[in-house]
């Protein structure tokens, strides 16, 4: 058989896009929330009304900044690569060395 051959890898730990969503939405919804609290609704509207188009607004605009932080952090993590040394070994190979 093969002998294992050792190859120069880069090895980084690359950070979750779902979590930077995530957290970005739950911010635009909590800014949203928060700020149409603070002013009186329209008696025409209601408040359920206007906090509801405001909260469309919210999550788009927290999405995109949880996506501009995710690239944003994906770029330091590049930065952050390091190299290693990875061996290729078969999925048999700890059975020929037990022998």
């Not at 944003?72 to 990875?86: F, P």
Request: proline share 5%.
């Amino acid at each position: 058989m093969d002998q294992p051959s050792a190859q120069r890898v880069m090895m980084r730990r690359a950070p979750r896009a779902r979590s930077f969503v995530l957290l970005g939405i739950g911010c635009g919804v909590v800014a949203v929330l928060t700020v149409s609290s603070l002013f009186s609704p329209d008696p025409a509207l209601g408040a359920g009304l206007v906090a509801g188009y405001f909260l469309l607004w919210g999550i788009v605009v927290g999405l995109v900044a949880g996506l501009l932080a995710w690239l944003v952090a994906d770029q330091v993590s590049k930065r952050k690569a390091t190299e290693v040394i990875a061996e290729r070994v078969g999925p048999d190979a700890t059975d020929e060395e037990s022998s």
